[in-house]
């Protein structure tokens, strides 16, 4: 399973951007699939999760903001991300597990797939 995350770019502070998560060598339409970020100096954290049976979880921070979503016919997860804000700026991985449980879905060593990385900056 290899997962290609892409759609990071350097925007305005309130602009949008949206990321893609496509995988390739086995079907996301049962997995669970999260994004997270990670910003220089900081852990890795987390920031929306898509489970298999389609419940979204966010973090607070991007609450409101941010939208993750899947399209199984493309085998791919999207997250939208509007107003976004200076403290966005991070490095964004996408993540996939077809074993994980609920409790687990907001901890990154719980994912077994991840993908490579974008780069989102949000200037002010």
């Known amino acids: 399973v290899q997962l290609q995350a892409s759609g990071g770019g350097l925007v305005q502070a309130g602009d949008s951007l949206r990321l893609s998560c496509t995988a390739s060598g086995r079907s996301i339409r049962r997995a669970a699939v999260a994004w997270f970020r990670q910003a220089p100096g900081k852990e890795r954290e987390f920031v929306a999760a898509i489970r298999r049976d389609d419940i979204l979880y966010y973090a607070e921070s991007v609450k409101g903001r941010f939208t993750i979503s899947r399209d199984s016919a493309k085998n791919t997860v999207y997250l939208q991300m509007n107003s976004l804000k200076p403290e966005d700026t991070a490095v964004y991985y996408c993540?996939?597990?077809?074993?994980?449980?609920?409790?687990?879905?907001?901890?990154?060593?719980?994912?077994?797939?991840w993908g490579q990385g974008t780069q989102v900056t949000v200037s002010s």
């Open positions: 993540a996939a597990d077809w074993q994980i449980t609920a409790g687990n879905i907001r901890t990154a060593g719980q994912y077994d797939y």
